[in-house]
């Protein structure tokens, strides 16, 4: 079955009017895992640009991929596209949460990254170690001084992330990024709906469970078999629907990781389309046996 080729749709970021692609680029593992790899630089600059055209203009990387490689390798790939039309985030590691590091930290994706402001800018993980109100302020300064355009958090709770909002006096924590896929589905008990009502964006990370969406297609499991079936409904294909049904809820946004091009082209063709109620139901149904 082909992928569908239609453009990615927007959506709105938190309570801003930024609008970002619903579907955008992950670059975990580009450019090395927790040390810089180089072998591969080629392809996944390629695979950025090639993103970017097929209007994943979302871009989600961070201080520890590669150890700053990875955003070396989208500040290479996003030079020659217009700067407005891209949403680049980024995080700061727990290690380096407090206010100067925090700081310091920036400074050096933003040089990394060639750019001068971050668009969405978040805490990784959260840290016992530095009080959440003074890295808040550091993400603050950030924000006043136009280093970061919007703030975030990425795995933090409901408890954490209201904690995080009630230390900001000038702005709100505009988005959450949490892992979220058929496979992985706990937000939905209490962060999901949190958010909503707040409206704070979820971004979805693994959103293809780091592969193992494929291997219950291919295992011909529940899931993998009704995956199969919604997928031949609506004329698209099974990680197509896995994609789609992260993006049910409105206030969800996701960043698939991909550097074959097969794999992009694939991603981006989840946006444009919406699952109908029944089948989002008969795939949550699916997941959860
Ligand atoms: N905040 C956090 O703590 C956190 C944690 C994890 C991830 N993230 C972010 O979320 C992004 C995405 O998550 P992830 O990388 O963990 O996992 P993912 O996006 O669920 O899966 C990535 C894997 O799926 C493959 N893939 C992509 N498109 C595919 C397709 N159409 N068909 C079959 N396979 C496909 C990729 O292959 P190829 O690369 O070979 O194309 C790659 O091996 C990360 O890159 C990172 O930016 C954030």
Request: neutral net charge.
């Amino acid at each position: 079955m082909m992928p569908r080729n239609v453009p990615v749709l927007k959506r709105g970021l938190g309570k801003t009017s930024e609008r970002v692609a619903e579907i955008g680029l992950g670059t975990w593992m580009m450019g090395g895992g927790s040390k810089p790899d180089h072998s591969k630089d080629k392809e996944c600059i390629e695979a950025i640009k090639y993103a970017i055209e097929l209007g994943m203009t979302h871009i989600d990387t961070a201080e520890m991929y590669g150890s700053g490689h990875a955003e070396e390798l989208v500040g290479e790939a996003i030079k020659e596209f217009p700067r407005d039309e891209l949403f680049i985030a980024s995080k700061v590691w727990p290690t380096n949460l407090r206010y100067d590091q925090v700081l310091r930290s920036c400074d050096s994706s933003l040089r990394r990254l060639g750019l001068k402001s971050i668009d969405l800018y978040m805490i990784h993980w959260p840290s016992n170690e530095v009080p959440l109100r003074e890295s808040m302020r550091a993400l603050e300064k950030l924000y006043k001084d136009g280093k970061i355009r919007y703030i975030g958090v990425s795995n933090f709770s409901v408890e954490l992330l209201e904690e995080a909002r009630s230390c900001l006096s000038v702005t709100d924590v505009v988005a959450n990024q949490v892992e979220y896929n058929l496979l992985s589905r706990s937000i939905e008990v209490d962060l999901l709906p949190h958010c909503r009502r707040e409206g704070i964006t979820i971004t979805a990370y693994s959103p293809l469970a780091q592969g193992k969406i494929s291997s219950e297609v291919e295992r011909g499991t529940k899931l993998g078999r009704e995956l199969v079936r919604v997928a031949r409904k609506h004329g698209v294909t099974p990680v197509q629907v896995a994609l789609n049904w992260v993006l049910y809820r409105e206030n969800v946004i996701t960043i698939p990781k991909a550097v074959s091009k097969k794999h992009l082209e694939e991603d981006a063709g989840a946006s444009g389309w919406r699952l109908d109620e029944q089948d989002y139901r008969a795939l949550c149904d699916a997941s959860a046996s």
